[in-house]
């Protein structure tokens, strides 16, 4: 076989370290209000802090050889329409609550409503796992959950999601008509 051309500086594939699911604390680097197609959002770009998974969001960025890499350590808080409906007010009560959780997380601090405020503070983190189909590969993912403060991951206090799997794996219900039952009784 005749050698490639290019074999000597081919990168080879390696398999990437994952985060699991549970409870970290995580470092603010960035926050910005962004309009998506859903709606506004509060954009945190973040990483984790503290422990063995520190800066893994940077070195997961900074190792990967894919051409059109991204930062993966973001989550997005829906910001209210104030339309006073039902999703509008869950979309409100989970700002606050990672409002508070960050308020909680960092003495002294208080929400201005100026999302450059945020840089630089710390949270609790609960992650958990997603299913995902790209380009016709399925698999799962871990993914920022919610914020909660840091007394809650220090002292382990908090529950893992259940993974979020796609729709379209999702149980199907059917009704059964009762003829249909064959019952030992």
Same mark, same amino acid.
């Given at each position: 076989?005749?050698?490639?051309?290019?074999?000597?500086? #081919?990168?080879?594939?390696?398999?990437?370290?994952? =985060?699991?699911? +549970?409870?970290?604390? *995580?470092?603010?680097?960035?926050? *910005?209000?962004?309009?998506?197609?859903? +709606?506004?959002?509060?954009?945190?770009?973040?990483? *984790? #802090?503290?422990?063995?998974?520190?800066?893994?969001?940077?070195?997961?960025?900074?190792?990967?050889?894919?051409?059109?890499?991204?930062?993966?350590?973001?989550?997005?808080?829906?910001?209210?329409?104030?339309?006073?409906?039902?999703?509008?007010?869950?979309?409100?009560?989970?700002?606050?609550?990672?409002?508070? #959780?960050?308020? !909680?997380?960092?003495? +002294?601090?208080?929400?201005?409503?100026?999302?450059?405020?945020?840089?630089?503070?710390?949270?609790?983190? *609960?992650?958990?796992?997603?299913?995902?189909?790209?380009?016709?590969?399925?698999?799962?993912?871990?993914?920022?959950?919610?914020?909660?403060?840091? !007394?809650?991951?220090?002292?382990?206090?908090?529950?893992?999601?259940?993974?979020?799997?796609?729709?379209?794996? !999702?149980?199907?219900?059917?009704?059964?008509?009762?003829?249909?039952?064959? =019952?030992?009784?």
């Amino acid at each position: 076989m005749k050698k490639f051309a290019s074999y000597d500086t #081919a990168v080879p594939y390696q398999k990437s370290r994952r =985060l699991p699911p +549970g409870g970290y604390i *995580i470092g603010i680097i960035s926050a *910005i209000e962004k309009q998506e197609s859903w +709606g506004d959002v509060l954009e945190i770009k973040f990483d *984790i #802090a503290e422990g063995e998974y520190k800066n893994f969001f940077t070195e997961q960025y900074n190792t990967s050889t894919l051409d059109d890499k991204k930062y993966k350590g973001v989550y997005r808080i829906n910001i209210p329409k104030g339309d006073g409906s039902e999703q509008d007010e869950w979309t409100l009560r989970r700002f606050k609550t990672d409002m508070l #959780a960050i308020e !909680a997380s960092n003495s +002294g601090y208080k929400w201005d409503w100026e999302e450059k405020s945020l840089e630089g503070k710390k949270s609790g983190a *609960i992650f958990f796992e997603k299913e995902y189909d790209w380009n016709g590969k399925t698999g799962m993912f871990t993914a920022l959950h919610s914020l909660c403060d840091i !007394a809650t991951i220090e002292k382990g206090d908090y529950e893992i999601p259940a993974p979020k799997m796609l729709k379209s794996k !999702a149980a199907v219900m059917t009704e059964i008509d009762d003829d249909d039952l064959d =019952l030992p009784f």
